[in-house]
T-cell receptor, first 115, second 108 residues
Framework: DAGVTQSPTHLIKTRGQQVTLRCSPKSGHDTVSWYQQALGQGPQFIFQYYEEEERQRGNFPDRFSGHQFPNYSSELNVNALLLGDSALYLC??????????????FGPGTRLTVT | AQKVTQAQTEISVVEKEDVTLDCVYETRDTTYYLFWYKQPPSGELVFLIRRNSFDEQNEISGRYSWNFQKSTSSFNFTITASQVVDSAVYFCALRLVFGTGTRLLVSP
């Protein structure tokens, strides 16, 4: 039973560029959440997708957008990259949607470095 | 707004010592869920325990136990007889909101 997978593992981008990160949820899970984890900090909730719609959003600017596909996989897009966007981006999946009541299973993350 | 505070930044213990990680939360919701996750050096967060707000019974699972007290908005996590493999960063979470984490270092 495959867990949550994310690609790529590492990414280096330049300020102003755009980036797309990908996530495949654990088998049987239909809800995907994205988090940003800066060095030495806790994960910060970006948004959550269920049934191909954004259901909840954290305090992140519109530069952060996402998508969920019919197979439940998801993408996180960040436009106009800033140095401050450098972080570990975590994807988490859960079965069903209950506004944060489900146990989340996390992927290994994508380390984004913006230079 | 929801908030989770983990005041302990780093804790160092010697193997076999018991250690308690503190978590204080803020919420106006009457129904909510609290979680503890572990992030080992490999980086992947691992689920440990979940507690809902309407069940204040404290439990023990192996070397792990937790103390949920609604009156003080606390959800503390205890590891009994710590082991070197317990070294990691531990996060308390209230639904989708995470604390800043407590780094636990267990030395032999």
């Amino acid at each position: 039973d495959a867990g949550v997978t994310q690609s790529p593992t590492h990414l280096i981008k330049t300020r102003g560029q755009q980036v797309t990160l990908r996530c495949s949820p654990k088998s049987g899970h239909d809800t995907v959440s994205w988090y940003q984890q800066a060095l030495g900090q806790g994960p910060q909730f970006i948004f959550q997708y269920y049934e191909e719609e954004e259901r909840q959003r954290g305090n992140f600017p519109d530069r952060f957008s996402g998508h969920q596909f019919p197979n439940y996989s998801s993408e996180l897009n960040v436009n106009a990259l800033l140095l401050g966007d450098s972080a570990l981006y975590l994807c988490a999946s859960s079965p069903g949607w209950t506004s944060g009541g489900r146990v989340q299973y996390f992927g290994p993350g994508t380390r984004l470095t913006v230079t | 707004a929801q908030k989770v505070t983990q005041a302990q930044t780093e804790i160092s213990v010697v193997e076999k010592e018991d250690v308690t990680l503190d978590c204080v939360y803020e919420t106006r919701d009457t129904t909510y869920y609290l979680f503890w996750y572990k992030q080992p050096p490999s980086g992947e967060l691992v689920f440990l325990i979940r507690r809902n707000s309407f069940d204040e019974q404290n439990e023990i699972s192996g070397r792990y136990s937790w103390n949920f007290q609604k009156s003080t908005s606390s959800f503390n996590f205890t590891i009994t007889a710590s082991q070197v493999v317990d070294s990691a960063v531990y996060f308390c979470a209230l639904r989708l909101v995470f604390g800043t984490g407590t780094r636990l270092l267990v030395s032999p």
